[in-house]
């Protein structure tokens, strides 16, 4: 069974730093382009960062220069490094495949930027 298991949400001030994790299972994670989305009260979700099997990225540029996706095939886990937090980044974040299995999402982790 596909499933993932996201961690590293909290309340953080403007300005701040966030890292997020997320443990994926019932899939060969190596093979598979891991990306972190994210949703936002009212938005629709949306992609912030995708990593491929072979390690390259991709970025929004509402992000760029402020998060970084890594992922680590040993664990089946990808993370994101989030910098320079602004409220507007509040949202709840999943990850999943990209494309993804629609099917298969978790119960995301809440991150929540004050002004």
């Known amino acids: 069974q596909v499933q993932f298991v996201e961690s590293g949400g909290g309340l953080v001030q403007a300005g701040g730093s966030l890292r997020l994790s997320c443990a994926a299972s019932?899939?060969?994670?190596?093979?598979?382009?891991i990306a972190w989305y994210r949703q936002a009260p009212g938005k629709q979700r949306e992609s912030v960062a995708i990593i491929s099997s072979e390690g390259s990225t991709s970025y929004p540029n509402s992000v760029k220069g402020r998060f970084t996706i890594s992922r680590d095939n040993a664990k089946n886990t990808v993370y994101l490094q989030m910098n320079s937090l602004k409220p507007e980044d509040t949202a709840v974040y999943y990850c999943?495949?990209?494309?993804?299995?629609?099917?298969?999402w978790g119960q995301g982790t809440q991150v929540t930027v004050s002004s």
């Open positions: 999943n495949p990209y494309p993804a299995l629609k099917d298969y």
């Open positions: 019932g899939m060969i994670f190596s093979r598979n382009a």
